[in-house]
């Protein structure tokens, strides 16, 4: 599995699987954690989840499904942003991993930018990393703006900023992806498949599949997986999608295929903020 390095010197996998959605009905969390022990099984390293997902529910699945196999995994999770005071991220870290039911979260982000001082948040983030229940922290959702009101110790050392990316969405590349490698912060780039949208019946999307054999959503990965230090968490239920998005890893888009994406998905020409889903 390809990695990507952290400011910390520490690395995450490349590919992962989204939660969201997961754990809101208890009738199913028996099925959902037998397919995210089958993405383990299939070599997926990485889970992305957070304390809003299900409230609580697609941790509490996970922590069932990565029972006896935490070593196997790299843990990312998001608290609210109406948690983010010093004890109030400290608090909600602690029932993260008490429904992880494991004592590491390898990657702890803010979900979205909100009204609690920053300098209170990172206090709480220092904290948990000193006794261990944290490796990493880093944000989500963070505009230009947001990063740069950051005090600058912090900035050298967030572990991603995990943004809304894909080939149909890609106003990250205006000004936020710039000033994360300039600094060697990570973009971890949520709804990669743009929610299964129509993006994935673009007829660019589909001629560039078939030179390569490959289905419109491995394109629409594997051209992600071409940015500078990107990582990509598609979500999925179904076991045959996990096996098929993953396969993306291998896939190598060459330039003329680069070329027809960006005709077809052009980036952003002028000052543009990030959205959010
Ligand atoms: N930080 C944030 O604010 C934020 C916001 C949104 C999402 N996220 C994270 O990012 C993860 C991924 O984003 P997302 O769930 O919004 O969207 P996504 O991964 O772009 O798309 C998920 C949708 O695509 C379908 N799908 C998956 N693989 C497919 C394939 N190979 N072909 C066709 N359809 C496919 C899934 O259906 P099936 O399940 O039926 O396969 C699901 O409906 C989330 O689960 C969450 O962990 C973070």
């Known amino acids: 599995m390809r990695n990507v390095k952290l400011p910390s010197g520490r690395e995450m996998p490349?590919?992962?699987?989204?939660?969201?959605?997961?754990?809101?009905?208890?009738?199913?969390?028996?099925?959902?954690a037998d397919v995210i022990r089958a993405a383990l099984d299939l070599g997926v390293r990485l889970i992305d989840t957070a304390e809003m997902y299900g409230e609580?529910?697609?941790?509490?699945?996970?922590?069932?499904?990565i029972r006896?196999?935490?070593d196997d995994v790299y843990l990312v999770s998001k608290f609210y942003p109406h948690n983010a005071s010093r004890s109030g991220v400290i608090d909600a870290c602690e029932r993260s991993l008490r429904r992880l039911a494991c004592d590491t979260i390898d990657l702890y982000l803010l979900h979205w930018p909100g009204s609690v001082p920053l300098e209170q948040t990172f206090e709480g983030l220092h904290e948990l990393q000193a006794q261990g229940k944290i490796?990493?922290?880093?944000?989500?959702?963070?505009?230009?703006?947001?990063?740069?009101?950051?005090?600058a110790t912090?900035?050298?050392?967030?572990?991603?900023?995990?943004?809304?990316y894909n080939l149909a969405h890609r106003e990250v590349e205006w000004e936020v992806a710039g000033w994360c490698r300039e600094r060697g912060v990570p973009l971890m780039a949520y709804s990669p498949l743009d929610q299964a949208s129509g993006m994935l019946?673009?007829?660019?999307?589909?001629e560039v599949a078939a030179r390569h054999d490959a289905t419109p959503a491995q394109v629409a990965l594997a051209w992600l997986l071409q940015q500078p230090d990107t990582v990509v968490i598609p979500k999925s239920s179904q076991i045959d999608r996990i096996r098929e998005n993953f396969?993306?890893?291998e896939l190598r888009l060459d330039a003329d295929d680069l070329a027809a994406l960006d005709a077809a998905f052009p980036p952003p020409d002028g000052p543009v903020r990030i959205g959010m889903r």
């Open 68 to 70: 006896g196999r935490r």
């Open 201 to 206: 019946r673009d007829p660019a999307l589909a």
């Open 247 to 249: 396969g993306a890893v």
């Open 154 to 164: 912090e900035q050298a050392q967030l572990g991603c900023n995990q943004v809304f």
């Open 14 to 32: 490349v590919i992962g699987l989204g939660t969201w959605r997961m754990g809101e009905h208890r009738e199913r969390f028996a099925r959902e």
């Open 56 to 65: 609580g529910g697609a941790e509490e699945v996970i922590g069932e499904a």
């Open 135 to 151: 490796r990493d922290f880093g944000v989500s959702n963070f505009n230009l703006a947001d990063l740069e009101s950051l005090p």
